[in-house]
């Protein structure tokens, strides 16, 4: 999820009316000003350029796969495919949206900012030996905008056309030029092998092992259970600057569990190496085994320094009842979170108030100045509150008696129609308000049984149900639900990904990330705004007022963030000791040979 508005600087030259195939634009394309790294960098700086390859990591994921495409809705793709495939560009995770050359080794952007030319490497080749061509760019672009997820079809919104303008050139012709993020868009397109994929239907699961361009390939797997992924030891890219330093396990293997529980006890017992923990409980209580008291589980809070975006329970506003902004206030009102970071996070959390929470995108206090005077034009159609009141969670005490929260709950309830007759919330027709919370995760069971509870203190019967990933997603996918948590996560820069997010366009889409199906004229008014920003300040203006109008909407019942993440790892790893916005990019680690060799030897004398 990402960008805005794109200051390409000095690293952007005219495309001209040169159509040569000798590159003539620059190596990176920069959102927020001039990137911090020189055109003739030879490492990302949070690398090691010459750490040791080889050897397997074990990881863990929850749920299952049963293909090898992360591109379509239909199906579960496999964990870690993403890696098989590359792109045009490649983002540094330790800046704020800067992408440089990947298989384009340069990118052309002209003055009237109406199109972008990528120049793809004379070396670029796919994992079967066969060149990357202009045509692979434009027949990946056509196809994932027709028949991808439906976030292709909405990123890719703003392009005419792909134009292949020679064996290795690419220009994108826009409709407009108000999206700036658009180039930088382009630059993340997978590139797929257009003669591998040519008699295959794209719109299928994919169980053959797919041909790409990226550092490694489908190894050893079995559906449902194991993934293998193979680093490709020709690999062309292997000596870029973007790439030098990564990619250093010979093999990563994914191992499928059903719950988070059994994924920890594989852990436990190395079969897992490397674990990122983000269940609180078990990171106070669950890291007391034997490995780690003898220093071979390692454990590690990282500060990390990205904004956190929005977690919370999330409202469908396609079903009747959610309909209504004072029932969705009120459910969230219900939700103690004081409680929950009590009794159930040991204290390690803090309350999410903003969408864009942990960044300067996020709105505070009242609307002031060029953020009031954008919402203006739009009174009559928001809340009073939202220029009255500052946007403020309820705080209680948490002793779990929050009597007064839910007083102002069921006033609002009752506005709405509804009324308490035999301890049931019922409306107007004597019918019970009842819903699902619907859950893919069990150990997520422990934070909804009691927000369960005090909405059963209103009357309302919110009933628990908790699915295997592949109903759950299909759910998802569908709009099947009432109630469930999620995670909206946002960037420094938010762009495109906004519209498919927010808008009514967006909550029509089989498969789309409009998950409570907002869908409001004033939002869909500010966020080709925040899609156009021309500058930081317009943006910063734009995305508060976005923000405000979608939190006095009640869309969710936000729950909490963390500004650090919790890792643990069974003490094999070396890694470079520089901090990165990320807090941990695990793909600049390695095995050290040492660090294993004293961990087996020490298991084995155990």
């Not at 952007?109 to 030996?129: E, N, W």
């Not at 209504?324 to 979170?337: K, M, N, S, T």
């Not at 996070?345 to 942990?358: C, L, V």
Request: glycine share 8%.
């Amino acid at each position: 999820m990402r960008r805005i508005a794109l200051i390409l600087g000095l690293f952007v030259a005219a495309v001209g009316a040169a159509r040569a195939e000798e590159p003539t634009g620059t190596p990176a394309l920069s959102l927020l000003g001039k990137p911090a790294l020189p055109p003739d960098f030879t490492h990302f700086p949070w690398t090691r350029p010459d750490a040791p390859k080889g050897g397997e990591v074990a990881l863990s994921t929850i749920g299952t796969f049963d293909n090898f495409n992360p591109f379509i809705v239909r199906g579960q793709a496999a964990a870690q495919t993403i890696r098989v495939f590359d792109t045009l560009l490649a983002r540094n995770d330790d800046e704020a949206e800067v992408e440089y050359g990947r298989l384009a080794g340069a990118v052309s952007v002209p003055p009237d900012h109406m199109s972008v030319t990528f120049d793809i490497r004379p070396d670029a080749r796919f994992s079967d030996g066969t060149p990357v061509t202009a045509e692979d760019v434009a027949w990946s672009f056509d196809t994932l905008r027709a028949k991808g997820r439906p976030l292709y079809r909405q990123y890719y919104a703003g392009v005419v056309e792909a134009v292949v303008e020679g064996p290795r050139r690419i220009t994108f012709r826009f409709h407009s030029n108000a999206s700036r993020e658009l180039p930088m868009i382009l630059g993340e397109v997978p590139v797929l092998p257009k003669h591998w994929w040519q008699g295959r239907d794209f719109e299928r699961p994919l169980t053959d092992p797919p041909v790409g361009s990226g550092p490694y390939r489908v190894g050893h797997f079995e559906f449902g259970r194991s993934i293998t992924l193979e680093r490709v030891p020709d690999w062309w890219a292997q000596n870029l600057p973007t790439a030098k330093g990564r990619y250093n396990f010979d093999r990563i293997r994914t191992e499928y569990f059903r719950d988070s529980t059994v994924a920890m006890e594989a852990f436990k017992a190395g079969q897992v190496d490397y674990r990122s923990e983000n269940v609180a409980k078990d990171w106070a209580t669950g890291y007391d085994f034997p490995a780690v008291m003898k220093g071979w589980v390692r454990k590690e809070e990282v500060r990390h320094h990205l904004p956190t975006g929005m977690q919370g329970w999330a409202m469908n506003t396609r079903r009747p009842l959610f309909k209504d902004r004072r029932v969705r206030e009120a459910l969230a009102l219900a939700y103690d979170f004081e409680w929950a970071n009590k009794n159930l996070f040991y204290g390690a959390y803090t309350r999410t108030e903003s969408y864009f929470a942990n960044s300067d995108l996020a709105s505070s206090g009242l609307p002031e100045e060029a953020e009031l005077s954008l919402l203006e034009r739009w009174r009559d159609k928001l809340p009073v509150e939202l220029f009255s009141k500052p946007y403020k969670l309820p705080v209680t005490d948490g002793s779990g008696n929050n009597r007064e929260t839910l007083l102002r709950a069921l006033a609002l309830l009752r506005q709405a129609g509804w009324d308490v007759k035999n301890r049931v919330l019922v409306d107007a027709a004597g019918q019970p308000c009842s819903f699902e919370i619907l859950l893919n995760d069990p150990s997520l069971e422990r934070v909804a049984l009691p927000y369960r509870q005090w909405l059963a203190r209103l009357g309302i019967d919110a009933h628990v149900r908790t699915v295997d990933a592949a109903q759950y997603q299909n759910r998802l996918d569908n709009y099947d639900f009432d109630m469930m948590m999620t995670v909206i996560g946002e960037s420094d820069s938010p762009g495109n990904e906004q519209t498919g997010l927010w808008t009514c366009a967006a909550a029509r889409l089989e498969g789309g990330d409009n998950l409570m199906g907002v869908c409001d004229p004033v939002v869909d008014a500010l966020v080709p705004l925040v899609v156009n920003a021309p500058d930081r300040d317009a943006l910063l203006t734009a995305t508060h007022a976005l923000d405000r109008v979608l939190l006095w909407g009640w869309y969710m019942a936000p729950n909490w963030y963390r500004q650090s993440i919790n890792i643990a790892y069974w003490d094999r790893f070396g890694r470079p000791g520089v901090p990165v916005r990320p807090g941990v990019i695990f793909d600049s680690w390695w095995l050290d040979a040492q660090k294993s060799a004293t961990l087996d030897a020490a298991r084995r004398g155990n």
